[in-house]
């Protein structure tokens, strides 16, 4: 326990002020709730944190490093970010083996490595929630997929990654449940609807009072189709990379 105390202070020391959360949990967590295609390949005891960009990542990371780093085309701007600073906690971790997943990637079958909705449930960071939450199904044969929504930022936040420590197992961590803040059978309705149908309009995000949200900036960057973002980036006044460095 002290290891896990200890890890996730060095972590969080760094993340937490670019704007991200980490939250701790056991893979067995994780395993327990899904079908074996899904599974992590570690064993149940093994420590892993679940990753959070939420809404200050855009000016305390995303920015900064817009102006530091050269872009490479292929890859997306906010996804190369991301990848810089988790890539530097693991070199300050150098007496830990750690393995970084990222929500984009697929596996050779063209599943997602890992679930990132499920890792946030289980590990307390966000509730998911599904259509089999909800009792009056009013969707029919229609597809409905879920959706995390988080205590302080609602809608507004991503599910990046999963730090995991293969060679720490933590057989007595305590699971922290998430927070059910959207309560009722008639907002979980609304909720999905909202995710499903319109989430290009954002009003899913503030399915409930939230704390912070992205600004009118950060709005406007991830309504952009990624392929045009980088021209934005280059456009635009806020967010002019400083060609000097
Ligand atoms: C593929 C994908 C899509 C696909 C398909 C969506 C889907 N859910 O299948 C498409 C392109 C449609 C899509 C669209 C969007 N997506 Co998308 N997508 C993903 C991605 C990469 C994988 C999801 C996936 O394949 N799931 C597989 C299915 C089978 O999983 P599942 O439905 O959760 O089912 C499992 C659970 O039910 C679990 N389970 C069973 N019982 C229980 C019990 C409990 C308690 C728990 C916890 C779990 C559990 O078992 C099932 C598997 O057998 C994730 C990132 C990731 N790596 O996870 C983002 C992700 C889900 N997308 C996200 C978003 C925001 C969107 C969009 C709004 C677009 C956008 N990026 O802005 C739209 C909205 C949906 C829409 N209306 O179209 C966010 C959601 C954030 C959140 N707050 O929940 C994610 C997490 C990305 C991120 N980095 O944050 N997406």
């Known amino acids: 326990m002290e290891c896990v105390a200890h890890l996730e202070k060095r972590i969080r020391g760094n993340l937490e002020r670019l704007g991200f959360e980490i939250h701790p949990f056991k893979v067995g967590w994780y395993n327990a709730v899904l079908p074996s295609a899904f599974h992590l390949p570690y064993s149940n005891n093994i420590l892993a944190f679940v990753v ?140 999905l609807d909202k995710f499903n149908f319109h989430w290009r309009d954002w009003s899913y995000r503030d399915i409930i009072e939230v704390k912070e949200k992205y600004s009118e900036e950060q709005k406007v960057y991830f309504a952009t189709p990624p392929a045009e973002r980088l021209k934005l980036l280059e456009h635009q006044g806020g967010l002019q990379r400083n060609t000097m460095h």
């Not at 530097?88 to 890992?114: A, C, G, H, W």
């Not at 044969?141 to 420590?165: D, T």
Request: hydrophobic content about 40%; proline content about 8%.
């Open 52 to 191: 959070l960009s939420v809404p200050a990542m855009f000016d305390n990371a995303f920015k900064p490093f817009l102006k530091n780093q050269p872009l490479e085309k292929i890859n997306d701007p906010v996804d190369q970010c991301i990848f810089h600073h988790l890539s530097l906690i693991r070199e300050s971790l150098t007496d830990q083996q750690v393995d970084i997943m990222y929500d984009y990637e697929m596996l050779p079958n063209r599943k997602p490595r890992f679930l990132a909705q499920t890792a946030a449930h289980v590990s307390g960071a966000a509730y998911y929630y599904q259509r089999k939450d909800v009792q009056r199904d009013p969707w029919g044969e229609k597809k409905i997929y879920g959706v995390c929504i988080h205590p302080c930022y609602g809608g507004w936040f991503a599910i990046r990654a999963l730090l995991i420590f293969p060679d720490v197992e933590v057989p007595f961590l305590q699971q922290t449940s998430p927070i059910n803040c959207v309560r009722t059978e008639g907002e979980k309705i609304k909720l």
